[in-house]
């Protein structure tokens, strides 16, 4: 279902007019919430608290690559819209660790990024690399929950859904979507990590893996 992807840095604008069906009305949102959408080469999956007392959104960001095992694991953090902090763990073949710090009036009050073990500080464009991709993601987030786009996530095993608080969930594949899961089930005696978009437009795959997602889901209190 191409309404949940996101293949390109300019869709987010026609992201927003497809999933809220171009309307003005925005549905009342929870302080915690997860979406997700398939990018260039992998899926994203994203996490989300709001604090309206301070005024700051966190953002828990997961990209997954459909080939390899670089897998970007990072956090943000915005106060007033304007991002404060950026956390990023990088494994695979280009492991990396990246942290960079924002004073109020938005300049870096540290940044730094480690690679086995030599650290390197930012160049300039890199640091502009960080903050448009923070500013996008918020820009996308904001667009997958007004067009009401959740994340789901459970174990598959035996042709039974096991959603991550344990209830058995009947979930709206379509057929080639259910093909992909049981063509890797077959390939594995465990059970499978799926990961899955639920919009009024309808229900998307988005991964699955060898891997128990359940174990590392981020709660509300985590943020």
């Keep these: 279902m191409p309404l ?100 109020a009036e938005g300049n870096p009050s540290f940044m730094q990024r480690q690679r086995q073990q030599r650290r390197e500080k930012l160049d300039n464009d890199q640091l502009a690399l960080y903050q448009f991709e923070a500013r996008r993601l918020l820009d996308i987030s904001n667009s997958l929950r007004v067009g009401q786009v959740r994340l789901a996530q459970g174990q598959w095993r035996d042709g039974v859904m096991t959603l991550c608080d344990g209830t058995i969930s009947n979930v709206g594949f379509d057929r080639r979507a259910t093909s992909r899961i049981v063509s890797r089930a077959g390939h594995s005696s465990a059970a499978l990590g799926v990961a899955w978009l639920e919009a009024p437009e309808g229900t998307q795959l988005l991964l699955v893996a060898n891997d128990n997602f359940c174990h590392w889901q981020p709660r509300e209190d985590d943020f």
Aim: net charge positive.
């Design 4 to 103: 949940l992807s996101l293949r390109r840095f300019g869709a987010a604008g026609i992201l927003i007019c497809i999933l809220a069906s171009c309307s003005s009305t925005v549905p009342e949102t929870p302080s915690f919430s997860a979406s997700g959408y398939i990018a260039e080469g992998g899926a994203v999956r994203i996490w989300r608290k709001d604090d309206t007392n301070r005024h700051s959104v966190n953002l828990f960001s997961v990209y997954s690559p459909f080939k390899g095992d670089d897998t970007q694991v990072t956090r943000y953090r915005f106060v007033n819209g304007e991002i404060r902090q950026i956390t990023r763990s990088q494994t695979g073949s280009n492991s990396q660790n990246v942290e960079i710090r924002f004073d």
